[in-house]
């Protein structure tokens, strides 16, 4: 089982990115999904979680309205699409699952600067 994400690079404030995450030895339609991102020298912070049972997705109030995560099940993939990056949004991205085990991928950087 493990989780691969993607997608990351440079970009400039207000850019647009989309991260995927993708999961193998598990469906992502049975677990909650969720990502985080963090910054060197600073604890991990959640960035939002969609729901394996219903879907629903809850975000940190920091990306609300700019980020959005999404799940395609044919592809067993969560995507979070990142939109209008600022400065501050500069950070490792993770997604995590909690199956029977605690589950992370590796991480995806994600650089915002002009």
């Known amino acids: 089982v493990q989780l691969v994400e993607s997608g990351g690079g440079l970009v400039q404030p207000g850019d647009s990115l989309r991260l995927s995450c993708t999961a193998s030895g598990f469906s992502t339609r049975a677990y909650d999904m969720t990502w985080y991102r963090q910054v060197p020298g600073k604890e991990r912070e959640l960035v939002g979680t969609i729901l394996g049972k219903s879907s629903s997705v809850n975000y940190a109030d920091a990306v609300k309205g700019r980020f959005t995560i999404s799940r395609d099940e044919v592809r067993n993939t969560v995507y979070l699409q990142l939109n209008n990056l600022k400065p501050e949004d500069t950070a490792v991205y993770y997604c995590?699952?909690?199956?029977?085990?605690?589950?992370w991928g590796q991480g995806t950087q994600v650089t915002v600067s002009s």
């Open positions: 995590y699952a909690r199956i029977w085990k605690d589950l």
